[in-house]
């Protein structure tokens, strides 16, 4: 069974910084893509960023490109979301998630293992 467990959030002022971290047990951690989804009060959970399978590609929703740097090591099984910048619309619950393909999607319909999600509240 695949577990997805993610890390790091927490509380910050606006213009601070938080490091993600999700990790994933129960199989083989390069045979997925690993994508970062995030769900505000009120609000359908969008896409913010995404990493291929060998990390040498990425994607980043509009709104985060040039503050939020997806990255993985494969040899450690983990995958990390630097968050820079922080505005305090980027307050949501944070959710890591895995896709065993080839290609990098970003809708969430197209992931196969979620976390359950870490809470990221940037105050203004």
């Known amino acids: 069974q695949v577990q997805v467990v993610e890390s790091g959030g927490g509380l910050v002022q606006a213009g601070g910084s938080l490091r993600l971290s999700c990790t994933i047990s129960g199989r083989t951690f390069s045979w997925y893509v690993m994508g970062w989804f995030r769900q505000a009060p009120g609000k359908e959970r969008e896409f913010v960023a995404a990493?291929?399978?060998?990390?040498?590609?990425?994607y980043y929703q509009d709104s985060v490109k040039g503050r939020f740097t997806i990255s993985r090591d494969n040899a450690e099984n983990t995958a990390h979301l630097e968050m820079n910048s922080l505005k305090p619309e980027d307050t949501a619950v944070y959710y890591c998630?895995?896709?065993?393909?080839?290609?990098?999607?970003?809708?969430?319909?197209?992931?196969?293992?979620w976390g359950q999600g870490t809470q990221v509240t940037v105050s203004s």
């Open positions: 990493i291929s399978r060998s990390g040498d590609n990425t």
């Open positions: 998630a895995a896709e065993h393909n080839t290609m990098i999607h970003t809708t969430a319909p197209e992931y196969d293992y």
